[in-house]
């Protein structure tokens, strides 16, 4: 389901928008990992206190 814009846009010959697909995809793909990666970094303090708390 996610190639289907890829599909589509190669279908109908219109490769500036295949193009534009892909470069958007790939930022705001990139971006979600980051923000992603920067939320569990933040909370890192919380989750190694938690860690200290809770007994195996």
Do not use: D, N
């Not at 500036?16 to 909370?43: D, E, P, Q, V």
Request: glycine share 8%.
């Amino acid at each position: 389901m996610s190639q289907l814009g890829y599909i589509i846009c190669f279908g109908y010959r219109s490769y500036r928008a295949a193009l534009f697909h892909l470069i958007t995809h790939a930022y705001s793909k990139a971006l979600l990992f980051l923000g992603s990666g920067s939320i569990i970094h933040s909370m890192e303090p919380i989750i190694g206190y938690l860690r200290l708390r809770v007994r195996h």
